[in-house]
């Protein structure tokens, strides 16, 4: 059975560093793009950006590119996002997503439970 | 803002069926790209629920549909029912942005 499985929510300060994991099992991890999709606080979905574990293949949406840093370690099947510097406005779940197979566009066929960060002083 | 625009809301009675739309242009859907629809129950992770325009994944029921003409697709519900209650997206590719993965602005279904 494919899962995703998310770090715990998170507090943070204004100006500080975070970077919440995404444990993935059942399947082989290099062989799906990874990718992030962010939730505001009662908006839809954003996507963020995505990685091929398999060669560390980034990509990101260009309102995110600079932002975050998404990264993968193989050794342990986990996937990561991380912010240098939080804003207020980082304030959202953050959900990891499996991208499914098929045709372009592709799909995102496994999801994780979420990660709600909230950021304040 | 997003580029495929959906209805805000769309309501029913149990039993009926409902669409729901997504209305995209000629360098989205219109362009011959497949549309993706996903499921968010409230305070839940959202769930693919219809890929490449009308295809189901292993376990969601056959009440689900999904078709696409023109610079626009839909999801029906047929048979309505309360756990049905949720929001939806829709989601695609746009060929005039640098963005991969478009999602739709959702929909909020309510179980009169």
Redesign the interface.
């Known amino acids: 059975e494919v899962q995703l499985v998310q770090s715990g929510a998170e507090v943070k300060r204004p100006g500080e560093s975070l970077k919440i994991s995404c444990k993935v099992s059942g399947y082989t991890f290099t062989t799906n793009w990874i ?1 992030w ?1 962010r939730q505001m606080p009662g908006k ?4 963020m950006g ?1 990685m091929y574990p398999g060669d560390s293949d980034t ?1 990101y ?3 995110f590119q600079g932002q975050v840093t998404i990264s993968a370690d193989k050794s342990i099947n986990t996937a990561y996002l991380q912010w240098g510097s939080l804003k207020a406005s980082d304030t959202a779940i953050y ?1 990891c997503v499996r991208r ?1 197979s ?13 990660t709600l960060v909230t950021v304040s002083s | 803002q997003s580029v495929l625009t959906q209805p805000p809301s769309v309501s029913g009675a149990p039993g009926q069926r409902i669409t729901i739309s997504c209305t995209g242009s000629s360098s989205n859907i219109g362009a011959g790209y497949d549309v993706h629809w996903y499921l968010q129950l409230p305070g839940r992770a959202p769930k693919l629920l219809i890929y490449g325009n009308n295809n189901r994944p292993s376990g969601v029921p056959d009440r689900f549909s999904g078709s696409k003409s023109g610079t626009s697709a839909s999801l029906a519900i047929t048979g309505l029912q309360g756990e049905d209650e949720a929001d939806y997206y829709c989601q695609s590719y746009d060929s005039s942005l640098s963005i991969q993965y478009v999602f739709g602005t959702g929909t909020k279904v309510t179980v009169l």
């Open positions: 990718g999709v839809g979905l954003d996507w995505i990509r949406s260009p309102s959900y499914g098929g045709t372009w566009p592709y799909h995102f066929d496994y999801w994780g439970q979420g």
